[in-house]
């Protein structure tokens, strides 16, 4: 089932998510209604917090990349109860985008490695140094589960510049091929 993705303004954005349980209910089904949603949005990350959920689970599929970078071929993985204990390397600045902030783009910098912790979907623990794109979407998605979002890297500049785009975004003024949840 595809889900409205919340835009900018939505007070879950801005909350830290809960760790969850084995038990949680529907785990499986949401994360395949996560992979859906975010396929339909074309992107390749989703958090949850970003379909209107408070708790740590992500989305990341890099297959539709794997024309220039072989090494994503297939990749699709859920991400739960992750956490980044390290960012590490070079600090790069690349343009990032989000599906909670249609229209968008803008040039972040982040580093190059980084050490996570996670569960897979079987709730297998993973304790990984992950390097490369791969590292520059997780901190973009597990930034959303720590109530952040990549405007809030920008400089003072940058962030006066997109003023107007984030204020008609609050006033529910934004066009999108995907289902949104404005705050109006």
Same mark, same amino acid.
């Given at each position: ?15 830290? &998510? ?11 089904? $949401? ?32 297959? %539709?990349?794997?024309?220039? !970078? ?66 520059? %979407? ?11 979002? !990549? ?22 003024? %934004?066009?999108? &091929?995907?289902?949104?949840?404005? $705050?109006?």
């Amino acid at each position: 089932m595809i889900l409205p993705i919340y835009l900018y303004g939505q007070p879950v954005l801005r909350k830290v &998510a809960e760790d969850i349980t084995p038990d949680y209910p529907n785990l499986k089904e $949401l994360i395949a209604n996560m992979y859906e949603t975010m396929d339909q949005a074309d992107g390749v990350g989703l958090a949850a917090p970003q379909i209107g959920l408070p708790i740590r689970v992500v989305t990341i599929d890099l297959d %539709v990349l794997s024309e220039d !970078f072989p090494e994503y071929k297939g990749f699709r993985r859920a991400y739960i109860n992750a956490h980044i204990l390290e960012v590490s390397g070079e600090e790069v600045s690349l343009e990032e985008g989000c599906l909670s902030l249609p229209g968008i783009h803008e040039s972040v910098r982040r580093g190059t490695k980084i050490h996570v912790k996670y569960m897979d979907e079987d709730w297998q623990e993973h304790d990984e140094i992950v390097e490369g794109y791969l590292a520059r %979407v997780m901190q973009h998605e597990f930034d959303h589960l720590e109530g952040k979002m !990549f405007i809030d890297r920008l400089s003072p500049l940058r962030k006066q510049m997109i003023k107007g785009k984030l204020g008609a975004m609050l006033k529910g003024k %934004v066009r999108c &091929a995907y289902r949104v949840k404005t $705050l109006k």
